[in-house]
């Protein structure tokens, strides 16, 4: 018969090895050749390594908090979008060790992961707005998981004048786009002309030495990445988030889950999709709620609408709405929400119309018509068969009439 204080023990010991499961934290880190750790000394010198340093409590084994660096040099954006992700035919594909896809399935699961691309995109000729697409997808692909995730800002490099404002001009996008969830890995590092100040450059132009790795460990460790975890409370659910363009206004409606009181809501207005200004504020109802509001005054052609959700020491983003102030445009706004492609037309355009999806090839993957009317002027088209990656849609009246925009589909 077994000793049933040997049975005691054994249970007390498989309980105290859970909670110390349960109470395990992972940080998982994405990016290039400064978060691979080049220009420090030794691999703890490098900001990443004084993150995994700090949160060793116990140095004996390390376990408080796992820091899993998947950073490689030369890497760009594209490297860790999701695996199967649809890009360009010029651009390289995702890195199925080092990207969204790994994180997602690497279990245990990452708590917070930090992505840190300084400069190779630019450097490699891709333009900032697509360098911008691929950190928002990745944003989108680990928050709607359950993912805290940081966005470090561009670093300061070596390069030509015209490099060197793009990078610059990031620092401020990158901010503007993540808020809370970017980290300035500029301002401490940089000087006023876009170089690396001098006693913080390794010798090479690009990358910083042990003082610079120090000063950016110091920005991720200002951010307390690991506030709140664990601690039960949920972001407010956005849901139905939409923005309808009608006689010249622009009638925007959201409803949410999972609200903490006093949760507060900002409508934000851009008409360059990086300079946000707000329009509308209102406090929650306490509860799941039904919100709307009208924007009579919308900017002539281009603006771009979005919510800015403030809770208790929370603050976060919808996804950014299009809308097209022109009589003149057939499509006035197209946006992916879930597994649905909206589409809204303008509203004085003949019908029926043809609508046909493209990917970046050329090649049609989905075409349909419909009948439109002024009554409904927006379509909704099921995209969850569609791969992640960039497609087009196009629109042909029955009077002609044609128009193409972009789109981008995320998993």
């Given at each position: 018969m077994m000793n049933i204080f040997a049975i005691g023990t054994s249970l007390l010991l498989v309980l105290n090895s859970y909670n110390g499961l349960a109470q395990l934290k992972k940080v998982t880190v994405l990016g290039s050749s400064t978060?691979?750790?080049?220009?420090?000394?030794?691999?703890?010198?490098?900001?990443?390594?004084?993150?995994?340093?700090?949160?060793?409590?116990?140095?004996?084994?390390?376990?408080?908090?796992?820091?899993?660096n998947r950073a490689v040099g030369g890497y760009v954006t594209y490297k860790s979008l999701p695996t199967g992700y649809s890009h360009?035919?010029?651009?390289?594909?995702?890195?199925?060790?080092?990207?969204?896809?790994?994180?997602?399935?690497?279990?245990?699961?990452?708590?917070?992961?930090?992505?840190?691309?300084?400069t190779n995109?630019?450097?490699?000729?891709?333009?900032?707005?697509?360098?911008?697409?691929?950190?928002?997808?990745?944003?989108?692909?680990?928050?709607?998981?359950?993912?805290?995730?940081?966005?470090?800002?561009?670093?300061?490099?070596?390069?030509?004048?015209?490099?060197?404002?793009?990078?610059?001009?990031?620092?401020d996008s990158i901010q503007l786009n993540f808020g809370i969830y970017s980290i300035n890995f500029w301002d401490d590092i940089a000087q006023s002309d876009?170089?690396?100040k001098p006693e913080v450059n390794s010798g090479d132009?690009?990358?910083?030495?042990?003082?610079?790795?120090?000063?950016?460990?110091?920005?991720?460790?200002?951010?307390?990445?690991l506030s709140g975890l664990g601690e039960g409370s949920l972001p407010v659910t956005i849901k139905n988030w939409n923005a309808i363009l009608e006689h010249n206004s622009v009638k925007l409606t959201w409803s949410t889950a999972l609200e903490e009181p006093n949760t507060?809501?900002?409508?934000?207005?851009?008409?360059?999709?990086?300079?946000?200004?707000?329009?509308?504020?209102?406090?929650?109802?306490?509860?799941?709620?039904?919100?709307?509001?009208?924007?009579?005054s919308p900017s002539n052609g281009k603006n771009f609408y979005r919510l800015k959700i403030t809770e208790a020491e929370k603050t976060s983003y919808s996804r950014i709405i299009p809308i097209i102030n022109d009589v003149k445009q057939l499509i006035t706004s197209l946006y992916v929400d879930g597994s649905q492609l909206y589409v809204q037309l303008n509203s004085n355009?003949?019908?029926?119309?043809?609508?046909?999806i493209l990917n970046f090839?050329?090649?049609?993957?989905?075409?349909?018509?419909?009948?439109?009317?002024?009554?409904?002027?927006?379509?909704?088209?099921?995209?969850?068969?569609?791969?992640?990656?960039?497609?087009?849609?196009?629109?042909?009246?029955?009077?002609?009439?044609?128009?193409?925009?972009?789109?981008?589909?995320m998993k």
């Open positions: 978060a691979a750790g080049t220009g420090a000394s030794v691999p703890d010198s490098s900001w990443v390594g004084k993150l995994r340093l700090s949160f060793s409590k116990n140095p004996s084994d390390g376990k408080d908090t796992i820091v899993n360009p035919a010029d651009r390289p594909d995702p890195d199925s060790n080092a990207n969204v896809t790994y994180v997602l399935n690497d279990l245990p699961r990452a708590d917070v992961v930090i992505i840190n691309y300084p995109d630019i450097v490699s000729g891709y333009s900032a707005k697509e360098m911008m697409d691929n950190l928002r997808l990745m944003y989108q692909q680990f928050t709607q998981n359950g993912i805290r995730c940081y966005i470090t800002t561009t670093q300061p490099r070596n390069l030509s004048d015209d490099q060197r404002t793009i990078l610059r001009q990031l620092v876009g170089t690396i132009g690009t990358h910083v030495n042990d003082l610079g790795h120090r000063l950016l460990f110091q920005r991720v460790q200002a951010k307390n990445i507060f809501f900002e409508i934000q207005r851009s008409i360059n999709g990086r300079d946000f200004q707000t329009l509308y504020q209102r406090v929650s109802n306490n509860g799941n709620g039904n919100y709307s509001w009208i924007d009579v355009r003949d019908k029926p119309v043809a609508l046909a090839s050329g090649a049609i993957v989905k075409q349909q018509s419909v009948n439109f009317n002024s009554a409904n002027t927006t379509i909704k088209i099921p995209v969850s068969e569609l791969a992640a990656g960039n497609y087009f849609l196009r629109v042909i009246t029955s009077n002609g009439f044609s128009a193409v925009e972009r789109f981008v589909r």
